[in-house]
C-alpha cells in the first residue's frame, strides 16, 4: 500500500500523461527518403505518483477499469495481468473520486510491490 504524495511526482506524472499516445514504434520523418525516427517508450508512473489523480487521468493511463467495485466509502478500480492484479482505491472529495492508495498482489493472491504491476498493466494498455 503507498500512502501520500508529492508535488513533484504528480508534475511529473502529468507530463506523461500528456504523452500518452506516443508507442515505442518508429515514426516516418516529413522528408521525402529520411529513415525513421524512434520514439522513446513511455515512463512508467511510479505508485506515489498515482495518489492524488482523479478518475479521468487513471482512466487516461489506463483505460476504463475491467472491474470496478463499490465498497463504501470507497471505489475500487481493478486491473489484471496474467501475473498480477492492481487495485487503486478512489476516495470521495469535493472535487471528485482520487486515488488514496494502491494495491498490487499476484494473481496468486500475495502481496507484491506495486511498480512492475503498474509497469504490466501500463504495457498491457499501451498495447491496445
Same mark, same amino acid.
Given at each position: 500500500?503507498?500512502?501520500?504524495?508529492?508535488?513533484?511526482?504528480?508534475?511529473?506524472? +502529468?507530463? &506523461?500523461?500528456? !504523452?500518452? @499516445?506516443?508507442?515505442?514504434?518508429? /515514426?516516418?520523418? #516529413?522528408?521525402?527518403?529520411?529513415?525513421?525516427?524512434?520514439?522513446?517508450?513511455?515512463?512508467?508512473?511510479?505508485?506515489?505518483?498515482?495518489?492524488?489523480?482523479?478518475? +479521468?487521468? &487513471?482512466?487516461? !493511463?489506463? @483505460?476504463?477499469?475491467?472491474?470496478? /467495485?463499490?465498497? #463504501?466509502?470507497?471505489?475500487?478500480?481493478?486491473?489484471?495481468?496474467?501475473?498480477?492484479?492492481?487495485?487503486?482505491?478512489?476516495?470521495?472529495?469535493?472535487?471528485?473520486?482520487?486515488?488514496?492508495?494502491?494495491?498490487?498482489?499476484?494473481?496468486?493472491?500475495?502481496?507484491?510491490?506495486?511498480?512492475?504491476?503498474?509497469?504490466?498493466?501500463?504495457?498491457?494498455?499501451?498495447?491496445?
Amino acid at each position: 500500500m503507498v500512502q501520500g504524495i508529492s508535488v513533484g511526482a504528480v508534475m511529473a506524472l +502529468a507530463m &506523461v500523461m500528456g !504523452l500518452t @499516445g506516443c508507442t515505442g514504434k518508429m /515514426r516516418a520523418t #516529413a522528408g521525402v527518403g529520411s529513415a525513421p525516427m524512434p520514439i522513446e517508450p513511455l515512463a512508467v508512473p511510479a505508485p506515489e505518483a498515482l495518489l492524488g489523480l482523479d478518475t +479521468a487521468a &487513471v482512466e487516461n !493511463l489506463f @483505460g476504463p477499469p475491467p472491474l470496478l /467495485r463499490r465498497e #463504501a466509502p470507497a471505489e475500487v478500480w481493478q486491473y489484471r495481468t496474467e501475473l498480477c492484479v492492481l487495485d487503486l482505491f478512489f476516495y470521495a472529495e469535493a472535487d471528485g473520486r482520487h486515488v488514496k492508495f494502491v494495491e498490487a498482489r499476484t494473481t496468486q493472491a500475495e502481496a507484491t510491490s506495486p511498480a512492475p504491476c503498474l509497469a504490466q498493466v501500463s504495457a498491457l494498455h499501451r498495447s491496445t
